[in-house]
């Protein structure tokens, strides 16, 4: 290189750095220092006291530093500052388009949602997201492509079956376009209706689509009762077939016969762990699930009495069934099948029909929520590295998650049981999650990061919200920050909706 053209090149950079001087001083972003925090960063590592500077929209400065002059300053009292939590697998898609503040999330501490998780997500893609865009929420949002929403555009209402060779292709295209579109992944729901008919080559096929773009497949298994081995194994040959990274919605063993093999199934789990496939999974904090009423029934023959009987016996009764959403009959509401039986005078194996003919009439069917975990499955789950906290929760659902979940494992699994220590659960709601993103900067507090953080109190921290008041808001989190913006404060939202369409 000769001397001139190493002359100009110094003589550039030095222009342009005073040129990046002038135009820093020129319109420096907001900054605020974060002082007498205990950090835990998200990795696991122990808490540490520092301060944290958010300047626009990042992480810019940690460790012991006096704030500059004049800059403002929030005084953490001693109280935990996180990353924000990353909910995984959350119901909001319609929620968000009226609830755009999100308090119930925002009260958890909750700065990502992840949406359109079940095999269920809005179509097309790209609108959706530009609508909320123009109109942004409070908190981060992220969609998966939805695999029954596909395979809905392709084969209609004749879904009952197969699809053939030519339809499989068509779907992986839309997976393909869904992606382009900004989807980050492919969710299945196979255990639902549309879902439940397709074949494991199909599913193969669609996830092979979202691989190509980098994307991941989140599965609700086809059977997480007595067939969950089975259906365990069929996501492990999706996951290897396809090339793709897995995560396993609400891990759960959920009905008698299998109680108590949560080791066994954590055994086949690791055993594909070492095979090389990348395999993580989430689990909500509760020994009841919400769903509909017809995945009790694995067989399908929702009025034979035999396979009903079987069904309620295998959750542990049809008093572990209580119906929470049935528009046909809304005084149904709030009873389980086993006082409506009482009430209606028949048997609950008739009740249960009954349920089944009123739905189908109205061309609908009823919400439920079955009480059919046990604590020993449960706590084994939740203290595998591999398996991240996620709420299946989201605005307006009727289960206690949708406003509990991340408190309540800070309250009940670190603060009163002991399952867990703090930087492992925080690890479980942030960088565990980001992990499985693929998102580097999110999910730690480190310089350059987005500034999503929560600043909590581990000592009140709590879940407030019951099966009879499923939208009490928890307690305990102070503040929650979303890309620099100070979105919960004081109780509730601040009004800022600084939440941005990711990973872009
Ligand atoms: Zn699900």
């Not at 009292?77 to 909910?87: E, R, S």
């Not at 979202?210 to 991941?216: D, I």
Request: proline fraction near 5%.
């Amino acid at each position: 290189m000769n001397r001139i053209i190493l002359r100009t090149l110094l003589f550039i950079s030095v222009l342009s750095s005073t040129a990046y001087l002038f135009v820093s001083a020129q319109v420096q972003p907001p900054s605020v220092v974060i002082l007498n925090a205990q950090v835990a960063d998200g990795s696991g590592a122990p808490l540490r006291r520092a301060r944290v500077r958010i300047t626009g929209v990042h992480i810019a400065r940690i460790g012991d530093f006096k704030p500059d002059k004049d800059e403002s300053t929030i005084d953490a009292k001693g109280l935990v500052l996180a990353p924000g939590f990353i909910d995984i697998h959350n119901h909001s898609t319609k929620g968000i388009e009226t609830h755009p503040l999100a308090e119930s999330q925002l009260a958890q501490g909750i700065t990502t949602l992840i949406l359109g998780a079940d095999g269920d997500s809005p179509w097309p893609i790209a609108p959706w997201l530009e609508a909320r865009r123009e109109n942004p929420a409070s908190l981060n949002l992220a969609l998966m492509v939805g695999h029954a929403t596909v395979r809905e555009q392709v084969m209609g209402k004749d879904f009952k079956r197969a699809a053939t060779q030519v339809e499989i292709d068509k779907m992986a295209q839309l997976v393909d376009q869904a992606m382009r579109d900004g989807a980050i992944g492919l969710s299945s729901g196979l255990e639902y209706e549309v879902g439940s008919y397709s074949t494991t080559d199909e599913v193969v096929a669609m996830a092979g689509a979202a691989a190509k773009h980098r994307g991941f497949y989140m599965t609700h298994i086809r059977d997480e009762a007595d067939k969950s081995f089975e259906a365990l194994k069929e996501e492990i040959e999706i996951g290897e077939r396809a090339r793709i990274p897995l995560e396993h919605s609400h891990i759960k063993l959920g009905t008698v016969g299998v109680w108590g093999k949560a080791p066994d199934y954590i055994r086949a789990i690791e055993a594909a762990r070492k095979r090389g496939v990348d395999f993580l999974a989430d689990c909500y904090p509760y020994d009841a699930w919400e769903s509909n009423l017809k995945v009790l029934v694995p067989d399908r023959q929702y009025e034979n009495p035999k396979s009903v009987e079987k069904a309620l016996a295998d959750v542990g009764g049809s008093s572990h069934v209580t119906v929470v959403e049935f528009s046909p009959n809304p005084a149904y509401q709030g009873h389980t099948i086993e006082e409506l039986a009482r009430v209606n005078n028949v048997s609950q194996v008739e009740m249960f029909i009954r349920l089944i003919r009123e739905g189908d009439a109205k061309n609908t069917e009823a919400g439920i929520i079955g009480q059919s975990m046990i604590e020993s499955d449960i706590k084994a789950f939740y203290q595998q590295p591999w398996v991240m906290v996620a709420s299946d929760g989201g605005i307006d659902s009727h289960h206690p998650r949708c406003a509990g979940t991340f408190p309540r494992v800070l309250g009940l699994y670190v603060r009163e049981k002991h399952w867990l220590t703090l930087p492992e659960a925080i690890r479980k709601m942030t960088s565990l999650p980001a992990h499985r993103l693929g998102w580097t900067d999110r999910g730690l507090i480190r310089e350059g990061a987005f500034a999503d953080l929560v600043l909590f109190n581990p000592d009140t921290v709590i879940d407030r919200s019951t099966f009879a008041n499923p939208s009490a808001l928890a307690t305990g989190i102070e503040k929650v920050f979303v890309n620099g913006a100070l979105v919960w404060d004081a109780g509730k939202p601040t009004g800022a909706r600084p939440g941005r369409i990711l990973p872009h």
